[in-house]
């Protein structure tokens, strides 16, 4: 059986590259047009979202307008990369309950498209939570290349 953890050495290493690589920390509200508002950067080749538009959002329309507005931090030909829950109520953080946008397959698919993405892949793994600080059934992995030409190289 292979660990997925490495010994603390190899940890200080992985923090050392990474504080090299990590120039700056933005504050990011994607309920704005302009997500990163006062900040402009140049559109990026790659955009990760992992478990927080779910949770950020009440209802399928402000989802639906975050997910469109994510994607004008991409490049035409851009990656938007995602990890979305799906059929989750609420969430535990410490004793505090937080409620989450119920979604299935079909709504993320549809947000993803409306915005202007070709879903390249798209897998929903059925997975319980474990223990009662989550009530989701799945997760929706997902890789969507932004329309557009594809900028020079």
């Known amino acids: ?3 997925i953890f490495l010994p603390r050495e190899k940890w200080a290493e992985k923090e050392e590259k990474l504080r090299k ?4 920390v933005l504050k990011c509200d994607v309920r704005k047009p302009n997500s990163l ?3 402009t950067l140049p559109a990026a080749d790659c955009l990760f979202s992992t478990l927080c538009l779910e949770a950020a959002y009440k209802d399928l329309g402000t989802f639906r307008a975050a997910v469109k507005n994510i994607s004008s931090l991409l490049k ?12 989750e109520a609420y969430y535990m953080v410490d004793q505090r309950c ?10 993320v698919k549809e947000a993803i498209k409306d915005a ?4 390249k892949f798209i897998k929903e793994v059925q ?8 009530d989701f059934g799945a997760l929706l992995h997902g890789v969507a290349c932004k329309w557009g030409p594809k900028p020079a190289q």
């Open 76 to 87: 035409p030909g851009g990656l938007l990369v995602t990890v979305t829950v799906l059929k």
């Open 21 to 24: 690589k990590v120039t700056q």
């Open 37 to 39: 508002a006062p900040v």
């Open 116 to 119: 202007g993405f070709d879903i």
């Open 1 to 3: 059986m292979h660990s």
């Open 127 to 134: 997975e319980c939570s474990p223990n009662t600080f989550a």
């Open 98 to 107: 937080f409620s989450c946008l119920y979604l299935d397959q079909e709504s």
